[in-house]
């Protein structure tokens, strides 16, 4: 499964969130007279003149680095919000490739085919497929509407032995993870056309 | 008149076991998971396919994304701009410099402040750490490579069906709160309650376990008559 979007969000919030317990942390620790006076005292100004001393000694390359953190975190912030709607579609699956030539295929095709496999399943009542990763490991994701009312293990039997054996004949691939988000829906009743 | 069930009354797990029985196998207590096909589970699939469909915190990675893309882009303008003799000011530093030149650390405000700013980390931090629910309801597909998961209304609609199909039944609704699924019956109440909740609770067990989920569930029955 991909789930670096996931995975990449909770060590941000993670990070973030070490982050601001431990400054906010120590701040009022600080203030409530935990740490040694004689090193931290509490009954001192927040910028006080070691503060002052220290900033106009480094002056100006700190401001230098300031900007630096600034742009850091821009980099870091723009990335991240870029990840959260960065499509891992693609547009075409690289099958083969050798010195004497290189076999693509499009992947929307390949997709559109993969969804009229699944849709063949007898309790099957609609499919979209999406296909996604790498040529060395690909993913198929699928969004599929099943009659409620037929056994479930008949949609997950045509899909572990139809739809994903002919993906992984198709792709040349021992193994192809697949998702499939299911909807249960009553089956639409019969119509009867009278002429 | 209608009158709801019993709330104290405990919902009972569904726990899937290890390896799980014909549905002929007599021996499987009451409201325990039964499936109709004997089939040894894997954990890992089990496990993979719970993961899959855990919710990615994608509200407040944006919401801090955005804070801290425009918290650098202020201090990158600033200290460029005064660094190249044109100071843009956007934020009152003046004021704050004299704030913080002027104020102790142990002043009650500055301390409220802090303590906000803990919160808040700890907040984000118990976010990314917390798992969270699944948004789908995930069931066995008999295979790692494959990960299946129920939209929730769906598999709502389907419970609260199995259960209309129990004599005495008008009409139900399920819902799913956490790892429990409640289901309230109406019936116009001519069999006896107890025996009638039973038969509900079997015929929405047997559904749930037909679609054989990859994570405990609960089930809930909450029977409301309607004379």
């Excluded at chain 1, 004689?38 to 002052?52: E, H, L, Y």
């Excluded at chain 2, 808040?120 to 750490?129: C, K, M």
């Amino acid at each position: 499964m991909n789930r670096k979007p996931g995975r990449g969000n909770r060590w941000g919030l993670a990070v973030v969130g070490l982050v601001l317990a431990i400054l906010g942390g120590s701040a009022l620790a600080r203030g409530l007279g935990a740490f040694p006076q004689n090193w931290a005292p509490s009954r001192t100004t927040i910028v006080d003149a070691n503060v002052t001393g220290f900033v106009a000694r480094t002056s100006p390359w700190i401001w230098w680095l300031v900007a630096l953190a600034g742009l850091i975190l821009v980099a870091v912030g723009l990335r991240w919000l870029i990840a959260q709607w960065h499509r891992e579609g693609r547009r075409t699956l690289c099958l083969h490739d050798t010195p004497t030539g290189v076999t693509d295929v499009s992947a929307k095709g390949m997709a559109r085919a993969v969804a009229d496999d699944a849709e063949t399943g007898r309790s099957v009542l609609r499919a979209d497929a999406r296909l996604l990763g790498s040529r060395a490991d690909p993913e198929v994701r699928l969004r599929m509407t099943a009659d409620e009312s037929a056994p479930l293990g008949d949609l997950t039997r045509h899909l572990t032995r139809v739809v994903l054996p002919n993906v992984r004949d198709a792709l040349d691939r021992d193994h192809v993870r697949a998702v499939a988000r299911v909807s249960l829906e009553p089956p639409s009743p019969p119509q009867r056309v009278v002429h | 008149m209608s009158s709801q069930g019993d709330p104290r009354e405990e919902p009972r797990p569904i726990e899937p076991a290890e390896e799980v029985p014909d549905a002929q196998d007599e021996a499987a207590p009451a409201g325990a998971h039964r499936a109709p096909l004997s089939r040894v589970h894997d954990k890992v699939a089990d496990r993979a396919a719970v993961r899959a469909f855990r919710p990615r915190r994608r509200v407040p990675a944006v919401v801090v994304a955005v804070l801290l893309t425009l918290l650098g882009l202020l201090v990158a303008v600033e200290a460029l701009s005064a660094l190249t003799g044109r100071p843009l000011r956007l934020a009152p530093y003046d004021r704050m410099a004299g704030w913080a030149s002027s104020t102790l650390w142990s002043d009650p405000w500055f301390l409220v402040g802090a303590a906000i700013v803990t919160l808040i980390g700890l907040a984000l931090l118990v976010t990314a750490i917390v798992p969270g629910r699944p948004r789908m309801v995930p069931v066995r597909s008999g295979q790692r490579d494959l990960v299946v998961g129920l939209r929730p209304k769906g598999v709502t609609r389907a419970l609260a069906r199995a259960a209309e199909q129990v004599p005495g039944v008008r009409s139900a609704r399920a819902g799913l709160r956490g790892s429990t699924f409640t289901v309230t019956p109406t019936t116009s109440g001519w069999r006896g309650r107890d025996e009638f909740k039973q038969d509900v609770r079997d015929a929405v067990l047997t559904k749930l376990a037909e679609l054989d989920p990859a994570h405990p569930y609960r089930v809930a029955v909450h029977v409301k008559e309607h004379r």
